[in-house]
């Protein structure tokens, strides 16, 4: 036990994996007798933090500014010169920041803080340099392992990839490296190769075979790529989550399309319901869904080079198939021979908790 033990949480929050997570971690840690005592969240104005994540959190939670990605007007494609400007132009606001976070840490002193991958705090450790241990974990730093198979050629792509993955965990201890199928850990470059961090309603929630197809969508504009096939094929049910803010709940398109807003509990009960799952090609809901045995079909994001990776890594784990849009059709095709074979996957993950405690103990 490590009873009064602190320990100060920082969440990129513009994903929903790294904010479950970061829930997950919470619970396994004040289990085992540690005291998560704040937790900072960077956030852009383009998205809300989901109400599940208030709920969940029993610390402070304090919002800031981190650096992020520029969207184009259709809320599909990320614009990455527009967005290093954009950041550029904020560093000011980015450093007063990193200062309120100095503060925080001299006033709340912990004994540990753990990065989500949130940039601005490994920025924060390069240029402040605390006396606080750092602990980084998120699926991205399988990126700067040297066995993770990257898609052929996108080299300015990789290695921008690389330089914000390191960054992130700048002065880090420990780089906590979810992976959907074991590595080696490199421990030279501090890079520990843990299981995806699946949170306890994923584990305790038994999968079914229901009639509807499942869609996560990152970016709101996806949307109308959803409704424009489901007007082609109305017979088909889909059950769609999205961050779109004016969507309160949930939006009956009709009897056979709903779009809901972001809601944890009720994401884990349709997802092991389903007969399959699309999404935009994030790490945590690919996971979810090989854990329920459930075929995935993945979309990144329009220039979104992290997922576009993704997507390649979660076909070669036997996730199941990728697209460069959301034409369904690929995948009710693929569903007609699919055989669900996702053993060694829940075998991997079905332990992740003890090994992620055991290095952040060590």
């Known amino acids: 036990m490590n009873k009064g033990k602190r320990v100060i949480f920082a969440v990129q929050g513009e994903g929903r994996g790294h904010l479950t997570q970061a829930i997950t971690l919470q619970n396994i840690l004040t289990e085992a007798g540690y005291e998560v005592c704040a ?18 959190i029993k610390a402070p939670i304090i919002n800031f500014s981190s650096p992020n990605f520029v969207m184009d007007k259709k809320m599909k494609s990320i614009r990455i010169f ?23 840490l001299k006033e709340l002193k912990p004994d540990l803080l753990i990065n989500f991958y949130d940039p601005l705090i490994g920025m924060y450790y390069m240029l402040f340099n605390p006396s606080v241990p750092l602990i980084c974990i998120a699926h991205q730093y399988t990126f700067i392992h040297p066995d993770f198979q990257f898609p052929e050629g996108f080299v300015w792509q990789k290695a921008a990839l690389k330089v914000l993955t390191r960054l992130s965990a700048s002065r880090a201890k420990k780089k906590l490296a979810l992976s959907m199928y074991p590595l080696k850990n490199i421990e030279k470059q501090k890079i520990y190769v843990m299981p995806p961090l699946l949170r306890e309603a994923v584990y305790n929630t038994v999968a079914t075979e229901g009639n509807y197809i499942l869609v996560y969508l990152l970016n709101a504009g996806y949307m109308e790529d959803i409704i424009a096939w489901h007007k082609n094929h109305p017979e088909t ?5 999205t961050d779109k803010k004016e969507i309160n709940g949930e939006w009956v398109y009709d009897s056979t399309l709903s ?3 972001i ?17 935009t090609a994030g790490f945590e809901s690919i996971c979810e ?3 329920f045995g459930k075929p ?21 784990a036997g996730a199941g198939i990728y697209g460069s849009k959301f034409n369904l059709d690929d995948l009710m095709d693929y569903l007609e021979d699919y055989k669900s074979n996702h053993s060694a996957f829940r075998l991997w993950a079905s332990n992740s908790w003890e090994k992620i405690l055991k290095e952040i103990e060590a």
């Open 39 to 56: 937790v900072l969240v960077g956030t852009s104005s383009a998205r809300k933090l989901p109400d599940f994540f208030h709920e969940q």
């Open 82 to 104: 527009p967005s290093i400007t954009f950041n550029l132009k904020l560093m000011p606001l980015y450093f007063r920041n990193m200062r309120m976070v100095n503060r925080k």
């Open 237 to 241: 049910t889909l059950h769609c989550f």
């Open 259 to 261: 779009f809901h807003q």
């Open 263 to 279: 809601n944890d509990k009720k994401f884990v009960e349709l997802m092991a319901g389903c007969r399959a799952f699309a999404t």
């Open 289 to 291: 869904a090989m854990y």
């Open 296 to 316: 995935v079909y993945m979309v990144p994001v329009d220039s979104h080079f992290e997922q576009y990776s993704n997507a390649r890594d979660g076909a070669r």
